[in-house]
């Protein structure tokens, strides 16, 4: 499993990553822990979850539960120096956690010690900012999308306290590093020159959705991420399941996500179908396996810093893990983008 190192850190990455969303709603326990060690086995060294988790749905009740799970393989196995750590405090939400209080300087040491205490660790290696205060484009809301209406004052003030909270947690050497999530163009150079203005920490990785249908980062955030050497970690690379052609037909396997969440989060349409259609005849015509072309694809980016997947079940991991190795080659990958120039922004 080849490793980079992720952004300006000195943390070494997998190019896979393993997601725990679903840890304590579709996968038992006993799931979770299973995979965290076959994702190991297959030299998988990083980890993501969040304080949030697990979704579908996300209840007040059930806040940190994920973590939690993951706290205990960590205090069982004692293997927690053998994977990269990384999790997320909440923004503005609807009451969910803190009373729906967003990121500020104190609402993240109250985050990173509930964290701390659930994963039964020390420290975090990556610390990220699940979206910002000010609002977020991402989660299919760029359709509708208009900035805030903060001052640039107030949002910088916010920054700056949040960056010297940040400073303080580092130098307690409760959190290495910091990144961002679900985050625009703007927002992450802003994050970026106030740390160098004020000698806190810079943010070394993004946390944002992308996919071969989902590629609003190739641009703006793309640039500015290779030119600033930020890592990409892609979430939704396999588009909640339609990458992997589970849902073709209008097919819903039980316990799936779309038998939960009948939209996927408003990205089940024509359009999305037509798209999957485009990639599947891609992936049989050079007999590929659509999920792990899709994964593949994600791997070759520029940008990226790590793709991150979930897997309901281990049959699900042991499935991805197979083509874990696939290299996709350039006409495979001009494939792809003439797709996707067919079958633009499809949700």
């Given at each position: 499993?080849?490793?980079?190192?992720?952004?300006?850190?000195?943390?070494?990455?997998?190019?896979?990553?393993?997601?725990?969303?679903?840890?304590?709603?579709?996968?038992?326990?006993?799931?979770?822990?299973?995979?965290?060690?076959?994702?190991?086995?297959?030299?998988?060294?990083?980890?993501?979850?969040?304080?949030?988790?697990?979704?579908?749905?996300?209840?007040?009740?059930?806040?940190?539960?994920?973590?939690?799970?993951?706290?205990?393989?960590?205090?069982?196995?004692?293997?927690?120096?053998?994977?990269?750590?990384?999790?997320?405090?909440?923004?503005?939400?609807?009451?969910?956690?803190?009373?729906?209080?967003?990121?500020?300087?104190?609402?993240?040491?109250?985050?990173?010690?509930?964290?701390?205490?659930?994963?039964?660790?020390?420290?975090?290696?990556?610390?990220?900012?699940?979206?910002?205060?000010?609002?977020?484009?991402?989660?299919?809301?760029?359709?509708?999308?208009?900035?805030?209406?903060?001052?640039?004052?107030?949002?910088?003030?916010?920054?700056?306290?949040?960056?010297?909270?940040?400073?303080?947690?580092?130098?307690?050497?409760?959190?290495?590093?910091?990144?961002?999530?679900?985050?625009?163009?703007?927002?992450?150079?802003?994050?970026?020159?106030?740390?160098?203005?004020?000698?806190?920490?810079?943010?070394?990785?993004?946390?944002?959705?992308?996919?071969?249908?989902?590629?609003?980062?190739?641009?703006?955030?793309?640039?500015?991420?290779?030119?600033?050497?930020?890592?990409?970690?892609?979430?939704?690379?396999?588009?909640?399941?339609?990458?992997?052609?589970?849902?073709?037909?209008?097919?819903?396997?039980?316990?799936?996500?779309?038998?939960?969440?009948?939209?996927?989060?408003?990205?089940?349409?024509?359009?999305?179908?037509?798209?999957?259609?485009?990639?599947?005849?891609?992936?049989?015509?050079?007999?590929?396996?659509?999920?792990q072309m899709a994964l593949a694809f994600c791997v070759a980016r520029p940008f990226m810093g790590s793709v991150?997947?979930?897997?309901?079940?281990?049959?699900?991991?042991?499935?991805?893990?197979?083509?874990?190795?696939?290299?996709?080659?350039?006409?495979q990958l001009a494939e792809i983008d003439a797709a996707y120039r067919s079958h633009p922004m499809p949700f």
């Open positions: 499993m080849l490793k980079t190192t992720l952004g300006t850190s000195d943390l070494q990455v997998s190019q896979f990553c393993l997601g725990t969303m679903t840890y304590g709603t579709q996968t038992s326990e006993q799931d979770a822990h299973r995979q965290i060690d076959m994702a190991l086995a297959a030299g998988i060294n990083f980890v993501d979850t969040a304080e949030m988790y697990p979704v579908n749905p996300v209840k007040p009740e059930t806040i940190g539960k994920t973590e939690e799970i993951v706290g205990r393989w960590i205090a069982e196995s004692g293997r927690r120096d053998e994977m990269v750590l990384a999790t997320k405090i909440i923004g503005n939400n609807k009451g969910h956690t803190r009373g729906g209080r967003g990121i500020d300087g104190e609402t993240i040491v109250e985050a990173v010690e509930g964290s701390l205490r659930r994963l039964q660790t020390d420290v975090i290696d990556l610390y990220q900012l699940h979206w910002p205060n000010r609002g977020s484009y991402h989660f299919r809301q760029y359709w509708t999308y208009k900035p805030g209406d903060q001052s640039k004052q107030e949002i910088e003030g916010n920054m700056v306290e949040v960056l010297e909270a940040m400073r303080e947690l580092q130098a307690a050497g409760k959190v290495r590093h910091f990144g961002l999530s679900n985050e625009s163009a703007w927002g992450t150079s802003e994050w970026l020159r106030l740390a160098r203005q004020t000698g806190t920490p810079e943010m070394v990785a993004i946390q944002n959705e992308y996919s071969m249908m989902c590629r609003i980062f190739d641009t703006d955030l793309g640039e500015l991420c290779v030119r600033e050497n930020i890592g990409l970690l892609a979430y939704s690379p396999l588009a909640t399941g339609l990458l992997t052609g589970k849902y073709r037909g209008g097919v819903v396997p039980e316990g799936s996500r779309m038998s939960i969440n009948k939209s996927l989060g408003d990205r089940v349409n024509e359009r999305s179908t037509a798209a999957v259609e485009a990639y599947a005849e891609i992936a049989e015509r050079h007999c590929l396996d659509l999920a991150i997947f979930g897997a309901t079940s281990s049959a699900q991991l042991a499935h991805i893990l197979e083509g874990a190795d696939l290299t996709l080659t350039e006409e």
